[in-house]
């Protein structure tokens, strides 16, 4: 074993490396815009370059005259679209802005015109000559910006039903012997995965094939469809891999329906390959957002009273809101919490999904203030979290279904050397380097949804497992194989899986870090439904009345067997029944899921269920992060030499794509904390830093250590698989650590992100 493949431990999954690692390091994975064409015509996006306003006319002329251009399509002349809901509305879309319909403006970077060409360079020669006269009206960017309007979350996005509350926060507050209030911001962050933002469309006939980087096959296959107006099984959506996601690709962007369109239109595939900058706003984004956190406790510590006020940045046309209110409501026991999210509207593009939406701004929000409110009780930032740690959560009284936090604090600080921190802010120092050691907690809902699968087993034990999954990086092709070899006893290297194709066995969004849960639940069942097929066939011949009574098997004997863990003899089995090939569909839902569920699936809507959202419990996996920061005395430069993060997120599937997925979650939490801003041109409404040389992230030198503890945890209650679900769990809470990091190297209190040296005034 090494530190990539760590040992396993109980209720843990073999270190298996990655079914698709040599496919991806060799170059053989195939992404979307690798996929090969029959003569494609290449489209090119012109974009908008006010945020606000009107289109009065184009002048095309001298983009025509670019040699090899084959039409420019404007809103003049754009194929007719239907319109798609929001997707956290019911519909499919990421935004509701659909460009090209008018001459309308509603966002900088709206896409305003698409140039298709005989090359990728005519396309783009032609779009930059395309030349567009406005009429501009001032926009409003972002919070304070005069012209926004800011209304309850409430209300306005089905997704945010309600402002998590209980007791009497107002009384409790006044009466606390200890009180904290204290206002976090975070600020804009693009997702910015490795694979651009390609589309690909080829016709045959009256039959789509789109090939498209996507976390929701099914979605994006039926989006396309409501909004082309043609039946959905005339639409395919192709991508066996997609090179990031982050919540990027969750829900439709328009750019699909349109690249489908002029396919059709001009009776050619097209293939679409955007730049990186129109990455940043003909997609969805994470939208700034503001904190009040006031907190009452006792001198002991006792969390009495708990008020979060957030309030997110949206676009006119979407009430689109991540509330996180509904994670920090209930992570700690209080007994008296109040808490209220608002939506302020502005010119921008919709915001949406980006890696644990809700729990990044609002976890750092709440973990700052926990630490403020160690620090006011000269109490140890753990012990304060201990003394309010809770199995049940405060505001529907519902218990936690598993929750290890003190037991992933204990682990985490053990590895991290805690213990050898010397309280007093600006006690530790290295030479020149102020050392700081920091901690917050990180938790997140497990979430599991409806989920089809097709495996077929042959008699020489070679096994395929088909369904819609995606692979999104975080290696689903190899825990998915490894459901199917355990339950189905076969090798692992005879298990083929394929995914990334709508044609499959419907699975649910790559999102919300349900897949695994999800997938694997469906896999284990309908390889079930082989091993029941298989055991009818040997049994009960095979066994005596005796041992059926040994294994519980005398009532549903074939049902109890396929269901325990009794070894299976395929050949004979096979034998038994005379055929080649034994197949089976089924289709899982978790339980407490609604009666449309399958229907939805089907239809690529997304049921899930899970989080604080079930009915008598609460799902949640935990960890705990710790950081080390230096800090420059003379130059503030900011490094941060060590993250240490130990997680239980119930059945560990592979502990080695654990380890990897966590691993990346600590470092994108640091570089949410030290790094990541989308810079705002206020008077233009427009990302100014919409590059990779200008939006910072992490290389190498950034992170020398990171180490990920993995604890072993069993929750019976969650799904059958046992997973909670590691995908978003990593980031949540660092940005939080470093900055009660920074506070314990410097003892100043930093409540706005990102942190960079210009902030440090020691
Ligand atoms: Mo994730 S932001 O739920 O794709």
């Not at 328009?254 to 293939?271: D, E, F, V």
């Not at 290295?430 to 938790?443: K, N």
């Not at 503890?709 to 939080?736: C, F, M, R, W, Y």
Request: aromatic share 6%; charged share 20%; glycine share 8%.
């Amino acid at each position: 074993m090494t530190a990539a493949a760590p040992e396993p431990k109980t209720n843990m999954g073999q270190p298996v490396p990655r079914y698709d690692a040599a496919a991806k390091v060799t170059g053989r994975a195939t992404y979307a815009s690798d996929m090969p064409l029959d003569n494609p015509a290449h489209a090119f996006l012109v974009t908008s370059a006010i945020a606000r306003g009107r289109i009065d006319n184009f002048d095309l002329d001298d983009a025509k005259r670019v040699r090899g251009v084959i039409d420019i399509v404007t809103h003049e002349n754009a194929p007719k679209l239907k319109e798609s809901k929001l997707f956290s509305n019911g519909g499919y879309a990421g935004t509701t802005i659909q460009p090209l319909k008018s001459a309308d403006i509603a966002h900088d970077g709206q896409i305003i015109a698409v140039v298709i060409a005989e090359s990728y360079e005519a396309a783009r020669e032609a779009a930059n000559r395309v030349k567009v006269r406005y009429t501009a009206t001032t926009p409003s960017a972002t919070f304070d910006s005069p012209g926004t309007t800011t209304a309850a979350a409430k209300g306005q996005n089905a997704q945010f039903k309600e402002d998590p509350g209980v007791g009497d926060f107002a009384k409790a507050f006044g009466a606390a012997e200890v009180k904290l209030t204290a206002a976090y911001d975070t600020p804009t962050q693009h997702h910015n995965p490795m694979e651009l933002f390609s589309t690909s469309c080829v016709w045959m006939g009256d039959n789509l094939v789109i090939y498209e980087g996507s976390q929701f096959v099914y979605g994006l296959k039926n989006g396309v469809a409501e909004q082309l107006g043609i039946d959905a099984d005339k639409v395919r959506v192709v991508n066996p891999y997609v090179g990031g996601g982050f919540g990027s690709r969750g829900s439709m962007t328009p750019r699909t329906a349109i690249i489908a369109g002029i396919a059709k239109r001009l009776n050619r595939p097209i293939k679409l390959v955007p730049t990186r900058d129109q990455g940043f706003t003909i997609t969805t984004y994470r939208a700034e957002t503001r904190h009040e956190i006031k907190l009452g406790a006792n001198r002991d510590g006792k969390l009495l009273a708990l008020r979060h006020e957030g309030a997110e940045v949206s676009s006119r046309a979407d009430a689109y809101c991540v509330g996180g209110t509904k994670t920090t409501a209930r992570l700690y026991a209080c007994p008296n919490v109040a808490s209220l999210v608002s939506i302020v509207r502005a010119d921008r593009n919709t915001p949406g999904f980006m890696r644990s939406p809700p729990e990044v701004p609002y976890l750092f929000a709440l973990e700052s203030a926990m630490d403020e409110l160690a620090v006011k009780l000269n109490m140890d930032p753990i012990e304060l979290r201990r003394i309010n740690d809770t199995t049940v959560e405060p505001i529907g009284g519902k218990p936690y279904t598993s929750r290890s936090l003190m037991a992933c604090f204990d682990e985490a600080a053990k590895a991290f050397g805690w213990a050898q921190r010397s309280p007093q802010p600006k006690s530790m120092s290295d030479g020149d380097w102020l050392i700081g050691y920091g901690c917050a907690a990180t938790c997140y809902p497990t979430q599991m949804a409806p989920s089809a699968a097709r495996v077929r087993l042959q008699r020489d034990g070679r096994t395929r497992v088909e369904i819609a999954g995606h692979e999104i990086g975080t290696g689903a092709y190899t825990v998915i194989a490894q459901t199917a070899a355990e339950r189905l006893g076969v090798p692992l290297e005879k298990v083929a899986v394929f995914m990334g194709d709508s044609d499959l066995p419907p699975a649910p969004v790559a999102g919300g870090s349900n897949s695994t849960a999800s997938t694997c639940s469906a896999v284990m069942m309908v390889c079930d439904q082989i091993r029941q097929r298989l055991f009818k066939a040997v049994m009960p011949d095979s066994l005596t009345d005796k041992a059926k009574e040994t294994v519980g098997i005398s009532q549903a004997p074939a049902t109890q067997a396929a269901k325990s863990d009794r070894p299976l003899d395929i050949e004979k089995a096979f034998d038994a029944l005379g055929v080649g090939v034994v197949e089976e569909y089924g289709e899982w839902k978790p339980e407490g899921a609604p009666l449309d569920s399958f229907r939805a699936m089907h239809s690529g809507q997304v049921r899930l269920v899970g989080g604080h959202t079930m009915k008598d419990q609460i799902a949640y996996a935990f960890g705990a992060e710790f950081v080390e920061v230096r800090i420059n005395r003379f130059t503030h430069e900011i490094r941060c030499p060590r993250l240490v993060g130990a997680f239980a997120g119930g059945r560990i599937m592979n502990p080695r794509t654990a380890r990897s997925q966590l691993m990346g979650g600590l470092i994108w939490g640091m570089s949410s904390a030290l790094l990541e801003a989308t810079e705002i041109d206020e008077r233009n409404a427009r990302y100014v830093n919409d590059n990779l040389a200008d939006y910072l992230v992490p290389v190498n030198a950034d992170v020398p250590a990171v180490e990920v503890i993995l604890l072993s945890e069993q929750d019976d209650h969650i799904n059958p698989a046992g997973v909670k679900g590691l995908g978003e769990l990593a980031n949540v809470g660092t940005n939080a650590a470093i900055c009660n990091a920074i506070h314990h190297a410097t003892g100043q209190r930093i409540r706005k992100l990102p942190v960079r040296l210009e902030n440090i005034e020691v």
